[in-house]
């Protein structure tokens, strides 16, 4: 007997790097941060494990929203948080995208879009990228037309490169969502876009952050969205009422509130992407440069999951990534390494077993 879904049957679904659960790995596959979150992220999370568990935490997360809004100078109202950045894009598809309509990404880039439209029974389709990471925009516009959402990772992932505001004005859909997925932000441009969301069609436009990434919080589980009141309140519907906990909730205050510590981490992170940068380039690889924690590399010739498998074996994980049907044409696959940013040590270590295996 088959129960399920005939969308879900047909689903692959997403797979997540590996997270091997032993130590003895130089993790570079998950764009976590390399450095531990703020001390103040601990006693936050150690007082609020000795207060009120046996209640509900605060379903509107008043006390994060607050703090949200003050960084980005905005009204609570404007923020929505979520059980990690992933959270928000798919209370964003329940939301918003019917079964049948369409929603569009970039592509190559983050592949949960496609996974989440897919469980929702919306269509996707991809924005084929040029091979410089560019847009398509002749062949885009057309698809932007009939979208209800069209995702933006920006900065992108794998490539790390970010995407100019006027670039992004030109992404709006005439009858949907633009939603700017700035996981990445802070390693590029923080105070970036969420001025967009004030401007001519801002009220079309939706930001999503998250703490995984630039505040090292990825095993807590939380991010926010960013965009007009009416929007956050038709999407606050959607959301399980107690999406955020009270651990988490008090965690990702403390973590907002030493933006000190994650702006130090941030800047040793673009110093060691500098010099990994110009190390890949020294061996041959093609590397655009990159605004966020990790770098895409790419070397002619080359066989990049066999550089990936030789450099496991060596207890070194890095992202082998393989997007089939890309290019402007959709004829090729473009495959490379996605390599995260880790600490000065971890980059040395991967680039003297790089150096064994190529
Ligand atoms: C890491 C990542 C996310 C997910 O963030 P979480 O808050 O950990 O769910 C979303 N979008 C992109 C592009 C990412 O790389």
Avoid at 19 to 24: C, I, L, T, V
Avoid at 71 to 78: A, F, K, N, V
Avoid at 223 to 252: Q, W
């Amino acid at each position: 007997m088959n129960l399920f879904r005939p969308n879900i049957q047909r689903l692959e679904g997403y797979v997540p790097g590996e997270q091997p659960q032993e130590d003895g790995w130089v993790k570079l596959n998950t764009n976590e941060n390399p450095y531990p979150p703020s001390p103040r992220v601990r006693e936050a999370i150690l007082a609020a494990a000795s207060g009120r568990l046996n209640v509900y935490p605060d379903p509107l997360g008043t006390e994060f929203r607050r703090r949200a809004a003050r960084l980005l100078e905005l009204d609570p109202d404007w923020i929505l948080p979520a059980n990690g950045s992933d959270e928000s894009l798919t209370i964003l598809m329940r939301t918003f995208v019917d079964p049948g309509e369409t929603i569009a990404f970039p592509y190559p880039s983050y592949i949960l879009y496609e996974t989440l439209a897919d469980i929702q029974g919306a269509r996707h389709e991809r924005l084929r990228l040029n091979e410089d990471w560019s847009w398509n925009f002749e062949a885009a516009v057309p698809v932007i037309e009939r979208a209800k959402i069209v995702f933006v990772p920006n900065p992108n992932s794998p490539s790390g490169n970010l995407w100019p505001e006027n670039e992004l004005c030109r992404l709006l859909p005439p009858h949907g969502l633009l939603v700017l997925d700035q996981a990445y932000i802070d390693f590029a441009d923080p105070s970036a876009d969420v001025k967009l969301l004030q401007a001519d069609g801002g009220d079309q436009i939706v930001v999503t952050r998250t703490l995984s990434k630039s505040y090292s919080l990825a095993g807590i589980r939380f991010g926010f969205a960013v965009a007009h009141p009416d929007l956050i309140a038709g999407m606050r519907k959607v959301k399980d009422s107690y999406n955020c906990d009270t651990l988490s909730l008090a965690a990702a205050c403390a973590a907002l509130d030493d933006q000190e510590w994650m702006h130090e981490n941030v800047r040793r992170i673009q110093a060691t992407r500098s010099r990994l940068t110009e190390a890949l380039r020294a061996r041959g690889f093609t590397v655009p440069d990159s605004r966020a924690n990790f770098v895409w590399a790419t070397r002619p010739e080359a066989d990049h999951e066999r550089i990936y498998e030789e450099l496991k074996r060596r207890r070194i994980l890095v992202r082998y990534m393989p997007f089939p049907e890309a290019g402007p044409q959709g004829d090729r696959t473009v495959d490379g390494l996605r390599i995260t940013v880790g600490t000065d040590e971890q980059i040395d270590r991967f680039l003297q077993a790089l150096d064994q295996v190529l």
